[in-house]
């Protein structure tokens, strides 16, 4: 059998853990920013989204059950709800741990019909997975994805806050190079910036 990390089944949830086995992980900086950014809301609860964006950040690029329950504990929200908002939007990362580089295929129409499929496969064979899963290093996770609203540069892929396209197999060649000599993880980073713009935005209020 290939050794990499397979795709989660999707009907199988992470369980949230008991209160009292909750480990706080926010580092100190992550908490002077959520408090920068509660400022900002007229309650917590209107504070969830950017919340997760920091819980994201701060856990690695993925949105664990612990994430979810630190980000509960924090706005006095219940963990049901947490996930609830976290699992709607597929910007965050709840279904399965990815890898240090999440790179995101455009599927849809435009893409497909400018060969968005033939390069997912090639991006997959390359990197011996299928799609939604990881390498066995941890380096690369691979997902198709709808309309990244950027269809004027079909085929594209987003890898962190960029948008590439349009893209052959020789770019994937370059990319998946560059990617591996690339020190940060780009979900961290893309994750951070978010947070970052939010904090912004709370500065200029
Ligand atoms: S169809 Fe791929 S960006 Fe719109």
Redesign the pocket.
């Known amino acids: 059998m290939k050794n990499v990390i397979p795709a989660s089944n999707l009907t199988v949830r992470p369980k949230a853990p008991k209160k009292e086995e909750l480990e706080l992980k926010f580092s100190d900086k992550a908490m002077k920013e959520l408090s920068a950014l509660l400022k900002h809301y007229p309650n917590k609860k209107a504070a969830i989204l950017p919340t997760l964006w920091l819980a994201q950040r701060e856990y690695g690029g993925t949105l664990s059950a612990d994430a979810m329950a630190e980000v509960a504990f924090h706005l006095d929200r219940s963990y049901a709800e947490i996930e609830g908002v976290a699992t709607f939007y597929s910007l965050y990362n709840t279904k399965h741990a990815v890898g240090k580089h999440l790179i995101e295929v455009?599927t849809?129409?435009?893409?497909?019909v400018c060969d968005?499929f033939n390069i997912l496969k090639y991006l997959c064979a390359k990197l011996d997975i299928k799609p939604g899963e990881t390498t066995s290093d941890g380096l690369f996770t691979v997902h198709p994805v709808e309309?990244?609203?950027?269809?004027d540069?079909?085929?594209?892929l987003q890898v962190g806050d960029e948008y590439l396209g349009p893209v052959d197999t020789l770019f994937i060649d370059e990319l998946i190079r560059k990617l591996k000599e690339t020190p940060d993880s780009t979900v961290v980073k893309y994750a951070d910036e978010v947070v970052q713009v939010h904090l912004r935005d709370v500065e200029k209020a």
Do not use: D, K, S
């Open positions: 455009c849809c129409l435009t893409c497909q968005g309309c990244l609203n950027a269809c540069r079909a085929p594209v």
